[in-house]
């Protein structure tokens, strides 16, 4: 074995709960493990991290992991954690949605030929002919409705109503594990804790079904330090899909944790080993305003979810709310960046006829821009002439000179006033 697998999540802080006798297996072979993932959305979110993350870790560790996509078992609905039963999917939807998820698990598992690659599974292969009356013969009959109901899953909604379907959710749950054990030698399952309830019925279903062993290993729900929801933004949540959270604000997320969320984060986000960490929590004790740690997790995370670009542009576009770019990472920016850099920003919107044929810079920030920039010529000419003024990150100097500036994306103008106050002008 390259590391202890088991020591690794603990010494990260990952570990919750473990079944007696998994880590004295887990140390003495490969072992086939499972992690499954609801695919409910076309993206997994950042919440979902912790177990991609086990599963990295499992498989350098020199096991062998598979990702199981709940096709079947997304159109019933985990009780788990919810308050209330959620929406059921379409077949073709989730088809779509599983499709989506295996390419984003495909940044961090080595899916690729190998005595220990990753394998991706769909339980709707083994459910879909799988009748009602087989399955309360074959699996219903194994496990009693008492230990059904001992569960925290259950007994947490049957306050507010559980329905039937959702009921029978820990036995499908198991019936995965029970499906990889016989068919794919899985004898590990992990998941957030939880899951610990979902879990241990599939290893009771193997136990009482086939007299086998089989075990389990849970992970710890993160919280944020303030009491917050990790992962959630005023917008909701924090996607891998770029299309759904650009890499910007997916950087962005990273760098602006406070520095106890910065120094939980790094080992259980990243790959640094425990030396690297650290040297890097030394460093940015020694001087927390620049924010070591929140840089090294923002960087390696962004380029693991994104890649090397795309952090790059989040790092420049990082840099032009505080003055210290250039035009030409200005001019960088795709538009779809531009916008989210300048989200809330005041926008004034302008006819591009209107543009060509303005006359002064003074006159762009006052009268064409309808007096939302600067009130009035004079108060725009006195700013200018101060050297409080800039248009796409050059200084004005001259309150009479013409406004010849490229349109960033052929649209858009920076216009800043002062340190702190943009203006997105938008001619159309």
């Given at each position: 074995?390259?590391?202890?697998?088991?020591?690794?999540?603990?010494?990260?802080?990952?570990?919750?709960?473990?079944?007696?006798?998994?880590?004295?297996?887990?140390?003495?072979?490969?072992?086939?493990?499972?992690?499954?993932?609801?695919?409910?959305?076309?993206?997994?979110?950042?919440?979902?991290?912790?177990?991609?993350?086990?599963?990295?870790?499992?498989?350098?560790?020199?096991?062998?992991?598979?990702?199981?996509?709940?096709?079947?078992?997304?159109?019933?609905?985990?009780?788990?954690?919810?308050?209330?039963?959620?929406?059921?999917?379409?077949?073709?939807?989730?088809?779509?949605?599983?499709?989506?998820?295996?390419?984003?698990?495909?940044?961090?598992?080595?899916?690729?030929?190998?005595?220990?690659?990753?394998?991706?599974?769909?339980?709707y292969d083994w459910?879909?002919?799988?009748?009602?009356?087989?399955?309360?013969?074959?699996?219903?009959?194994?496990?009693?409705?008492?230990?059904?109901?001992?569960?925290?899953?259950?007994?947490?909604?049957?306050?507010?109503?559980?329905?039937?379907?959702?009921?029978?959710?820990?036995?499908?749950?198991?019936?995965?594990?029970?499906?990889?054990?016989?068919?794919?030698?899985?004898?590990?399952?992990?998941?957030?804790?939880?899951?610990?309830?979902?879990?241990?019925?599939?290893?009771?279903?193997?136990?009482?079904?086939?007299?086998?062993?089989?075990?389990?290993l849970t992970t710890?729900?993160?919280?944020?330090?303030?009491?917050?929801?990790?992962?959630?933004?005023?917008?909701?949540?924090?996607?891998?899909?770029?299309?759904?959270?650009?890499?910007?604000?997916?950087?962005?997320?990273?760098?602006?944790?406070?520095?106890?969320?910065?120094?939980?984060?790094?080992?259980?986000?990243t790959q640094h080993?425990?030396?690297?960490?650290?040297?890097?929590?030394?460093?940015?004790?020694?001087?927390?305003?620049?924010?070591?740690?929140?840089?090294?997790?923002?960087?390696?995370?962004?380029?693991?979810?994104?890649?090397?670009?795309?952090?790059?542009?989040?790092?420049?576009?990082?840099?032009?709310?505080?003055?210290?770019?250039?035009?030409?990472?200005?001019?960088?920016?795709?538009?779809?960046?531009?916008?989210?850099?300048?989200?809330?920003?005041?926008?004034?919107?302008?006819?591009?006829?209107?543009?060509?044929?303005?006359?002064?810079?003074?006159?762009?920030?006052?009268?064409?821009?309808?007096?939302?920039?600067?009130?009035?010529?004079?108060?725009?000419?006195?700013?200018?002439?101060?050297?409080?003024?800039?248009?796409?990150?050059?200084?004005?100097?001259?309150?009479?000179?013409?406004?010849?500036?490229?349109?960033?994306?052929?649209?858009?103008?920076?216009?800043?006033?002062?340190?702190?106050?943009?203006?997105?002008?938008?001619?159309?």
């Amino acid at each position: 074995m390259k590391k202890n697998f088991v020591e690794e999540l603990r010494w990260r802080g990952m570990l919750h709960d473990i079944m007696p006798g998994t880590e004295e297996l887990l140390n003495k072979e490969m072992t086939a493990g499972y992690i499954g993932f609801d695919p409910t959305a076309d993206s997994l979110h950042i919440g979902h991290l912790v177990q991609i993350m086990t599963l990295l870790h499992f498989q350098q560790c020199g096991h062998k992991p598979f990702a199981l996509v709940g096709g079947a078992t997304g159109m019933v609905g985990d009780p788990s954690g919810k308050s209330a039963e959620r929406n059921l999917l379409s077949e073709e939807v989730l088809r779509h949605n599983v499709t989506c998820v295996k390419g984003q698990l495909e940044k961090f598992l080595d899916f690729s030929e190998g005595s220990n690659s990753a394998e991706m599974v769909n339980n709707y292969d083994w459910f879909k002919n799988f009748s009602f009356l087989d399955f309360i013969r074959d699996v219903g009959k194994h496990i009693t409705v008492n230990y059904m109901m001992s569960k925290d899953s259950v007994q947490k909604r049957l306050e507010t109503g559980l329905s039937f379907t959702e009921f029978t959710y820990q036995l499908v749950q198991g019936y995965d594990f029970y499906w990889l054990y016989k068919n794919k030698g899985c004898l590990v399952q992990m998941g957030g804790s939880d899951q610990w309830g979902n879990i241990v019925t599939g290893t009771e279903l193997i136990r009482r079904k086939d007299n086998g062993e089989a075990y389990a290993l849970t992970t710890q729900l993160i919280k944020k330090a303030d009491g917050t929801k990790f992962g959630k933004t005023e917008g909701g949540n924090v996607w891998l899909d770029p299309k759904k959270t650009s890499p910007y604000k997916f950087y962005q997320y990273w760098l602006n944790t406070s520095d106890e969320d910065a120094a939980n984060f790094i080992r259980i986000f990243t790959q640094h080993t425990k030396e690297e960490i650290d040297a890097i929590t030394s460093e940015h004790e020694v001087a927390p305003h620049l924010r070591k740690l929140q840089q090294a997790l923002a960087k390696d995370i962004t380029i693991r979810v994104h890649s090397v670009s795309d952090y790059e542009t989040a790092v420049k576009a990082s840099s032009i709310l505080f003055g210290n770019s250039v035009t030409e990472d200005l001019q960088a920016l795709d538009e779809d960046t531009l916008l989210s850099v300048f989200e809330g920003v005041p926008q004034v919107i302008i006819s591009k006829d209107a543009f060509k044929q303005c006359n002064t810079v003074t006159d762009l920030l006052s009268e064409i821009t309808q007096s939302k920039i600067f009130p009035s010529k004079g108060e725009a000419r006195k700013m200018i002439q101060g050297g409080g003024v800039s248009i796409n990150k050059i200084k004005l100097t001259d309150p009479n000179e013409k406004p010849a500036f490229s349109l960033l994306q052929n649209k858009y103008l920076l216009a800043q006033k002062g340190k702190k106050n943009y203006y997105l002008i938008i001619a159309e």
